[in-house]
């Protein structure tokens, strides 16, 4: 396997990791990780602090345009989306393997809904802006973005807490 293969491989992992650790939704009414979906978690929809962290990341998008735009092969770009479902809820899910396409943003659905169902794992989605509640990309063991991450990290026990961050091959950075 060539070094940029590897590295490419390496990538793919920790998207897949970013996407397994911190899904999000939000259909109950607890604000802590679903023990029967370990990469699942639950908050309200009028959670004040999620929804301020999802507004920052869309205020700062730009910072992600701009690394996009400047992107070198080594780098990872990551988006979360939000995907409305038939019960009025809403799934936020991680997207990989980002492009452009007309001006807007695609990506690949690196996690099984379990709520918005018009998904399905791999299926490639358009990504309109309105969509967009929160970013990450980097290189190597560093990230930016990732405020929904942020957020849930903050909220989990001093344990869980260790746990997920131990697991991370990265660190997120504003």
Not at 99 to 114: A, I, Q
Request: with cysteine.
């Amino acid at each position: 396997m060539s070094q940029y293969a590897a590295m490419k491989f390496r990538h793919i992992l920790l998207l897949i990791l970013v996407a397994l650790t911190m899904a999000c939704h939000t259909r109950q009414s607890d604000k802590t990780k679903d023990s029967s979906a370990p990469n699942l978690y639950s908050t309200d929809a009028d959670d004040e602090a999620m929804n301020k962290v999802m507004e920052t990341a869309r205020i700062r998008m730009p910072r992600f345009d701009s690394a996009f735009d400047r992107r070198d092969k080594d780098m990872i770009f990551t988006i979360k989306v939000k995907f409305s479902t038939s019960a009025g809820e809403n799934e936020y899910i991680w997207l990989s393997d980002i492009w452009k396409r007309g001006g807007n943003y695609w990506g690949v659905m690196t996690d099984t809904p379990r709520l918005a169902l018009q998904v399905k794992l791999g299926d490639s989605v358009e990504i309109k802006n309105k969509d967009i509640v929160d970013w990450m990309y980097g290189k190597d063991t560093v990230a930016h973005g990732g405020f929904t991450t942020r957020l849930i990290l903050s909220r989990l026990s001093k344990e869980e807490r260790e746990r997920e961050v131990g697991d991370m091959p990265y660190k997120i950075e504003d």
